[in-house]
């Protein structure tokens, strides 16, 4: 599970782990619309609200949340199937999601992903371009909560600081691989 606030660079380091490493990426379902370059399936799986409630109360998510006024969560049954194939899932949700995947995969690996200070992650936020200036700040408002709660939980086996991006991939990557060896 690679989790960390919003802006801090997940996406692209899973993105880069994968390729290094082979794990495959499990696609979470969401309720936004995409952005630029994003694809449905790839990306995300875009569906509908009433679509995507059908889901929580069938129990088909391994966890969900809402955030920012938008549900999204990790459809269970892709993550057990590649799982139950042998193959190493990697996971790119949020600190609420983690401690949900906590509860009912206490195997899985947790590494949280952090910003190198607070300025750097409105930059990225704010170069993303994908939110007004309200609704930036509203996302560093949770990003400051998230990483004062997350940083403390003890919910984390490793902790990442995503300052250089080869540097951060290089040491999700030996994560990967050592848990990898040890399973």
Same mark, same amino acid.
Request: charged content about 30%; overall charge negative; aromatic content about 6%.
């Given at each position: 599970?690679?989790? %960390? ?12 782990? @994968? ?6 990426? =499990? *696609? ?9 370059? &994003?694809?449905?399936? $790839?990306?995300? @799986? ?32 892709? +993550?057990?199937?590649?799982?139950? =194939?042998?193959?190493? *899932? +990697?996971?790119?949700?949020? +600190?609420? %999601?983690? @401690?949900?995947?906590?509860? $009912?995969?206490? !195997?899985?690996?947790? *590494?949280?992903?952090?910003?190198? !200070?607070? &300025?750097?992650?409105?930059? $990225?936020? $704010?170069?993303? %371009? =994908? &939110? ?20 403390? =939980? ?21 994560? *990967?691989?050592?848990?990898?060896? @040890?399973?």
């Amino acid at each position: 599970m690679i989790t %960390g606030p919003s802006g801090v660079g997940k996406s692209t380091v899973v993105a880069e782990v @994968r390729k290094r490493t082979g794990a495959v990426y =499990s *696609v979470s379902a969401t309720t936004r619309r995409p952005r630029a370059g &994003e694809a449905d399936g $790839r990306d995300y @799986r875009f569906v509908d609200r009433n679509t995507f409630e059908k889901m929580i109360a069938g129990g088909e998510l391994l966890e969900w949340a809402e955030i920012y006024g938008e549900y999204y969560g990790t459809p269970r049954g892709a +993550v057990n199937e590649a799982v139950a =194939s042998g193959k190493t *899932v +990697v996971m790119d949700i949020d +600190v609420q %999601g983690a @401690r949900q995947v906590r509860e $009912r995969a206490a !195997d899985a690996t947790f *590494v949280l992903l952090l910003p190198p !200070d607070e &300025e750097e992650l409105a930059r $990225r936020l $704010r170069e993303r %371009g =994908s &939110e007004d200036e309200p609704a930036m700040l509203r996302r560093l408002h949770e990003a400051r909560k998230e990483i004062a709660a997350a940083a403390d =939980s003890g919910l984390y086996d490793h902790h990442v600081v995503n300052d250089e991006l080869e540097t951060a991939v290089g040491q999700v990557v030996e994560i *990967v691989q050592q848990e990898c060896g @040890r399973r």
